[in-house]
């Protein structure tokens, strides 16, 4: 989402456009252990425009993955949505469907995933069947949401091999997993998605165990068919160098919420919530003193048993404002000058 994007804000105060693919409104999501509750998702709210990639990070436990499983309802078992709701929209022509009415067993939600929202992992071999060929396990997919003949769905599955730019599809085709290596794998999870053309893309560090060749191979691929096919992406990682180079937008997560959304340009050129500035300066920059040292964040995200009050970051902000930071939370507010850029932070209030 530009700038320059029709952009109004919802009932619930969330930015939204005319044509967004998906609005998640005030998600909150409990955990409920033998060992206390888990408050994962504090009222998650942000919408991604069709045909756009959304960059949601921060450390590990913010909540990321848990948004892209919340969307899915594939969350563990001991999750349960105490408030909110996922707006999907499916085509421009047609209108928003709460996801949450669905049980997530239903005949509805299976439909939803795989065909119309896709999800994926950093590890390939966590969705790919160890005893089925790849294109055996695209074929079913295709079987399942696009075409009831055989013939047609195994010769489809051998041109979105070629597509994600397998050498010798065919051959590829017929063989295990366990055959392939790990960028190919991730390709054959990225073409066995793309099988369906879905009109949501959910990747969860898709890249991470991959090494930095292929990982720049599996970013071009991904960019390239998002291009060609239209598909929205919520690409999540913890990585700011890859959300440079595949994001429209960013979302910063902090212990459940999110803390910053703004678009690329100005997440890394004008970073407002300190939280943000914090996570930048940690790279590493080419062509910096390498006498300096890096900046690491103070501390770490809190005890997700417990609640904080206050600004979830005050402990270790550097700007943090005793009296304030720690006991009142900072309202989400629009950043003067912007219509798209928001912050949590009472510095802007
Ligand atoms: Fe820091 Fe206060 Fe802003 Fe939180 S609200 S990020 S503690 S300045």
């Keep these: 989402m530009s700038d320059s994007a029709t952009t109004q804000r919802s009932a619930a105060g969330a930015i939204v456009t005319e044509d967004d693919v998906i609005r998640?409104?005030?998600?909150?999501?409990n955990f409920y252990t033998a060992l206390g509750v888990v408050r994962a998702l504090n009222g998650v709210t942000f919408n991604i425009p069709r045909g756009k990639v959304l960059g949601v990070v921060g450390e590990s436990?913010?909540?990321?993955?848990q948004t892209g499983l919340a969307i899915m309802q594939l969350?563990?078992?001991?999750?349960?949505?105490?408030?909110?709701?996922?707006?999907?929209r499916e085509s421009s022509e047609q209108p928003a469907v709460n996801l949450l009415q669905y049980e997530r067993n239903s005949a509805e939600m299976r439909e939803i995933r795989?065909?119309?929202?896709?999800?994926?992992?950093?590890?390939?071999?966590?969705?790919?069947?160890?005893?089925?060929?790849?294109?055996?396990?695209?074929?079913?997919?295709?079987?399942?949401?696009?075409?009831?003949?055989?013939?047609?769905?195994?010769?489809r599955a051998v041109e979105i091999l070629r597509k994600v730019g397998m050498p010798n599809p065919e051959r590829i085709a017929v063989s295990y997993?366990?055959?392939?290596?790990?960028?190919?794998?991730?390709?054959?999870?990225?073409?066995?998605?793309?099988?369906?053309?879905?009109?949501l893309l959910i990747a969860d560090e898709p890249t991470t165990a991959l090494d930095v060749t292929t990982e720049a191979q599996i970013l071009d691929l991904m960019r390239e068919l998002q291009r060609e096919i239209g598909t929205s992406i919520m690409f999540i990682t913890h990585n700011l160098g890859v959300v440079a180079q595949m994001c429209d937008e960013v979302a910063v997560m902090y212990l459940g919420r999110?803390?910053?959304?703004?678009?690329?340009?100005?997440?890394?050129?004008?970073?407002?919530?300190?939280?943000t500035i914090m996570l930048l300066r940690s790279i590493p920059r080419l062509g910096v003193n390498r006498a300096m040292r890096l900046e690491s964040i103070q501390g770490s995200v809190p005890d997700p048993y417990s609640?904080?009050?206050?600004?979830?970051?005050?402990e270790r902000c550097p700007s943090a404002m005793p009296g304030i930071c720690d006991t009142i939370m900072p309202e989400e507010i629009i950043v003067a000058?912007?219509?798209t850029h928001t912050v949590r932070c009472h510095l802007y209030t």
């Design 61 to 65: 436990g913010c909540g990321k993955s």
């Design 307 to 314: 609640q904080v009050t206050g600004c979830p970051f005050h």
């Design 24 to 29: 998640v409104e005030d998600l909150r999501l």
């Design 114 to 155: 795989g065909n119309n929202i896709s999800m994926i992992f950093q590890e390939p071999m966590t969705s790919l069947n160890p005893c089925y060929t790849v294109g055996a396990q695209i074929e079913e997919a295709i079987l399942l949401h696009q075409t009831k003949d055989k013939a047609e769905a195994q010769q």
């Design 337 to 339: 000058g912007s219509q």
């Design 75 to 88: 969350t563990p078992a001991a999750g349960r949505y105490e408030a909110g709701q996922v707006l999907f």
């Design 258 to 275: 999110i803390v910053e959304r703004a678009t690329v340009e100005d997440i890394f050129y004008d970073p407002k919530h300190p939280y």
């Design 177 to 199: 997993p366990h055959q392939l290596s790990g960028g190919m794998r991730q390709r054959a999870m990225i073409a066995m998605v793309l099988s369906c053309n879905p009109t």
